[in-house]
């Protein structure tokens, strides 16, 4: 499946931005889908995961509570709610999807990958 990832923007601390990812092909929804972030100078991390089975959702501890993932089979998209946005939050964003995939929290479980959304939180 091919991801492309979009909504990211400039955006004030508190405000909230909404991030898609749309998916080509007819499988979306054989797909976990997750999304991952990597600030200037880190490493890219986890942030929250919407299983292809069972409609579980998981997120980091850092964004627990704020940030909701979603998916729309119907559309190929996942999105990612983000509200109550911090300075800490500003990073790339990047969607990614594992087939059948039954783990969601490191980049070596997905096998496809949008090209990232840059998000910035302004203090």
């Not at 990832?5 to 979306?28: E, H």
């Not at 729309?72 to 990047?94: F, G, R």
Request: hydrophobic share 35%; charged share 15%; glycine share 12%.
């Amino acid at each position: 499946v091919q991801l492309q990832a979009s909504g990211g923007g400039l955006v004030q601390a508190g405000g909230s931005l909404r991030l898609s990812c749309a998916a080509s092909g007819p499988t979306f929804s054989q797909y976990t889908m997750g999304w991952f972030r990597q600030a200037p100078g880190k490493e890219r991390e986890f942030v929250a995961a919407f299983m292809w089975a069972g409609g579980m959702t998981y997120y980091a501890d850092s964004v627990k509570g704020r940030f909701t993932i979603s998916r729309d089979n119907n559309k190929n998209t996942a999105y990612l709610e983000m509200n109550s946005l911090k300075p800490e939050d500003t990073a790339v964003y990047y969607c990614a999807g594992a087939r059948y995939g039954n783990s969601w929290s490191h980049a070596s479980d997905y096998e496809s990958w949008g090209q990232g959304t840059l998000v910035t939180v302004s203090s």
